[in-house]
C-alpha cells in the first residue's frame, strides 16, 4: 500500500513549489508542483511571472499525480505488489520525467519486473536524467 502523504511530501520537496509560472530547465512553461502547462489548461493564456492560487495549485497537483500513477500501472504489470517505498520511487520517477520518457527506462523496467532492486537503483544512476538533477535522483538512488 502506498503512503500517499508521505509520496506527497516527498513530490512536492523534489519539485518545489512555485504559484508563479515560470521556464523549467527545458524552457517550458511551469507552475505549481512541476506542472508542465500545456494547451488546453487555463494557465496557458497566462505569462512567466502571472501566479495561480494555493487551490489551483493543489488541483493540478492532485491530477497530475494521479496520472504518475497510471502511468506506473500501465508501464509495469505488477506494480501494486511492489514494495511501497519501491512504488513511491517509481511514481516519483514518473512524476518527472512523464510516462514516455520512464518508459525508455528498459533495463531499469526489466530490473523491477525481477525484483532485482539494487541493479534498477544502479540503472537510474546511468541515465541523462541522473546527471540532469543529480540531487533528486541520488535521493531516489539511495533510497
Not at 82 to 96: K, S, Y
Request: with cysteine.
Amino acid at each position: 500500500m502506498i503512503d500517499m502523504e508521505k509520496l506527497r511530501d516527498e513530490i512536492t520537496f523534489d519539485e518545489g513549489c512555485k504559484l508563479d509560472i515560470y521556464l523549467c530547465s527545458e524552457g517550458h512553461p511551469t507552475v505549481g508542483i512541476g506542472h508542465l502547462i500545456r494547451e488546453n489548461d487555463e494557465e496557458n493564456q497566462l505569462r512567466v511571472g502571472d501566479a495561480i492560487t494555493p487551490e489551483r495549485c493543489e488541483s493540478l497537483f492532485t491530477q497530475d499525480l494521479a496520472i504518475a500513477c497510471r502511468d506506473c500501472t500501465e508501464l509495469f504489470s505488477d506494480f501494486s505488489k511492489l514494495p511501497g517505498d519501491v512504488q513511491r520511487i517509481i511514481i516519483n520517477m514518473a512524476f518527472q520525467l512523464g510516462r514516455p520518457r520512464l518508459a525508455l527506462f528498459e533495463r531499469f523496467r526489466a530490473a523491477i519486473q525481477r525484483k532485482d532492486f539494487l541493479a534498477a537503483a544502479a540503472e537510474m544512476l546511468d541515465s541523462r536524467w541522473a546527471r540532469q538533477t543529480p540531487e533528486r535522483v541520488a535521493r531516489l538512488h539511495q533510497r
